[in-house]
């Protein structure tokens, strides 16, 4: 049909749409250029930087020194494994979480639906930093948190699963994952609300009119309706969570240090560039192959 | 009995919000406090010390204005050159169209340990020494993606009728862009805009590879401020942020709604 508009239309107007063949190129440009120069470019440069030899003060050359690779890994490796277990246990735990709110918002909120929407997104424009301090102050050791877990022996049970090391709550790997379900939780809330949104509400109804119990109809009609939004909340959450230190720094102790806690202090304390560079290239690579295994398997369910 | 079983969605969402909402009310509390030594986690007695004297601990205001200078920067850098990929890769179909989307999605996908620590080499490599400029070199970059999927996605929600009448009315293409399309994209660049800005504000990852001691930005100061002792003025700017964000964004949702409303 609009092949048949395209004959029809003036011929005039032919060689200007020749011409504009040009402008999406001069609109990428710009845009374009700073991506390679400032993002691949650097890749290659970190790739570069972790196979070379030297020192700070003596400078560095590029030896394909691959050992590099094998004496971090064998130093580091408790750090990657840990840090895939807090941001896997926190994108679970968002997810828990993030999907009772998102529906109510979506199907039951009636005319409170914006209010909630911006009481979600205003904490999310509002320092990181300054939010996860606010939860040393709320896990404070005699503060009400901590006096109430203490009394419902909630602590005994942390610790029990070694969650925690003693009757405190701070300081602990409860506390790292507690800082890293908080932070990202907005980045799964946002997707799954997007998605459950557009749910027809009369898909629900219809399975409620079929005899659906409600945890058929979320099984079998909810759910998997809303897997695109869960596999873009999910990534969104897993990847910011496994490379951050904020939370473990602030939050957590000497045995919940994560592995961008060491890269940063690699880098900037230590200097070891080699080192770090390898453990950086390391993580991005753990990342990639992660996301594509995950979004390849969602694909499928999906298709299911 | 009954109530809470019907109810049950509701009330988990709504201890959800709590949840979320929380530090941010635990923020805003503290600034009235009055510590007694360095760090201000302990309840002591209300005062509104802090507030009246918002820029009492040295270099809090510095790190302020330079995150300020930072993100604007960013801001409109960001903003100018995502909406014209948004424009280029929304609009129009081309030759290495599928990678280019590739590149825009990658930056998103990486961790920011990887993002800060590879650019930090690059300049190593170069002998660019870090401060201001490389701030914002890096919060350009990781700015970027974010303005051009929440540009695109507007471009993609728009009803190519309208410029197609734009058209039939004898409007030029220039007439048409200007009249019609912007007009219509702006909410989609406004919160590319607004996302762009409360990134910069907010880094603090990227930004520690790249900066210099004498380029010392908010997020850093706090950073700082965690090592050495808590000053109550931080929660003061937490607080005012909160506010200005929680108007901000309520402001962007009334205006949208109305002119929802105005459409239907």
Same mark, same amino acid.
């Given at each position: ?137 709320? !896990?404070?050791?005699?503060? @009400?948190? *901590? +006096? ?5 022996? &909630?602590?005994?049970?942390? /610790?029990? #699963? ?72 999910? !990534?969104?959450?897993?990847? @910011?969570? *496994? +490379? ?5 720094? &602030?939050?957590?102790?000497? /045995?919940? #240090? ?47 | ?264």
């Amino acid at each position: 049909m609009s092949g048949q508009l395209a004959d029809v239309a003036p011929t005039a107007l032919r060689p200007r749409r020749a011409g504009l063949n040009y402008t999406p190129y001069l609109l990428l440009l710009p845009g374009l250029a700073w991506l390679v120069v400032f993002f691949v470019v650097p890749m290659l440069s970190l790739a570069s930087q972790s196979l070379q030899t030297g020192t700070v003060d003596s400078g560095y050359v590029l030896t394909w020194h691959f050992q590099t690779y094998v004496d971090a890994l064998s130093q580091f490796w408790p750090h990657f494994l840990r840090s895939i277990a807090f941001a896997g246990t926190a994108t679970v735990l968002t997810l828990l979480l993030a999907y009772p709110l998102a529906y109510f918002m979506a199907h039951k909120s009636g005319r409170w639906k914006n209010i909630l929407l911006v009481l979600v997104i205003a904490p999310f424009f509002t320092s990181f930093l300054i939010r996860t301090l606010a939860w040393q102050i709320i !896990l404070t050791d005699n503060g @009400p948190v *901590a +006096g109430l877990a203490r009394s419902t022996h &909630l602590t005994n049970l942390l /610790q029990w #699963v070694q969650l925690t090391n003693n009757d405190s709550l701070m300081n602990s790997r409860f506390a790292v994952i507690c800082g890293l379900t908080y932070n990202f939780l907005p980045f799964m809330i946002l997707p799954l609300y997007a998605n459950l949104e557009r749910l027809d509400h009369s898909l629900v109804e219809a399975a409620g009119d079929l005899y659906a119990t409600p945890i058929q109809t979320f099984w079998r009609v909810i759910w998997p309706l809303s897997l695109p939004g869960v596999v873009g909340g999910t !990534l969104l959450t897993f990847i @910011p969570a *496994a +490379g951050d230190f904020i939370n473990s720094q &602030l939050l957590g102790n000497t /045995q919940t #240090v994560m592995i961008g806690q060491v890269i940063d202090s690699q880098f900037l304390r230590i200097q070891d560039y080699a080192t770090a560079a390898s453990l950086s290239f390391v993580l991005m690579l753990i990342i990639v192959v992660i996301v594509a295994v995950y979004v390849r398997r969602a694909g499928t369910e999906e298709l299911v | 009995m009954r109530w809470v079983r019907g109810h049950l969605v509701g009330i988990a969402g709504l201890l959800v919000l709590c949840y979320l909402l929380i530090p941010n009310i635990v923020v805003i509390v503290f600034s009235f406090n009055k510590p007694l030594g360095n760090y201000n986690y302990q309840w002591e007695r209300f005062s509104v010390d802090a507030w009246t004297n918002p820029c009492g601990t040295p270099g809090i205001c510095d790190s302020l204005g330079l995150s300020l200078r930072i993100g604007f920067i960013a801001t409109v850098v960001s903003t100018l050159l995502g909406t014209m990929v948004a424009f280029a890769v929304g609009r129009h179909r081309f030759r290495g169209r599928a990678s280019t989307n590739l590149l825009i999605f990658l930056p998103m996908a990486t961790p920011e340990v990887v993002m800060g620590s590879s650019l930090l080499t690059l300049f190593i490599a170069m002998g660019i020494a870090p401060g201001t400029i490389t701030i914002l070199i890096a919060h350009i970059l990781f700015c970027l993606s974010f303005v051009v999927v929440t540009v695109k996605a507007r471009i993609a929600s728009l009803d190519p009728r309208l410029e197609q009448a734009a058209a039939d009315l004898f409007a030029n293409p220039f007439q048409t862009f200007v009249r019609v399309t912007l007009p219509l994209v702006a909410p989609g660049i406004a919160a590319g805009a607004l996302l762009a800005f409360s990134l910069s504000f907010d880094d603090y990852i990227i930004t520690n590879f790249n900066a210099s001691p004498s380029s010392v930005t908010f997020p850093m100061f706090v950073w700082g401020a965690a090592q050495r002792g808590t000053p109550v003025q931080i929660n003061v700017i937490g607080t005012v942020m909160f506010l200005a964000a929680l108007v901000l964004v309520a402001t962007g949702s009334l205006i949208s709604n109305r002119r929802a409303r105005a459409a239907a």
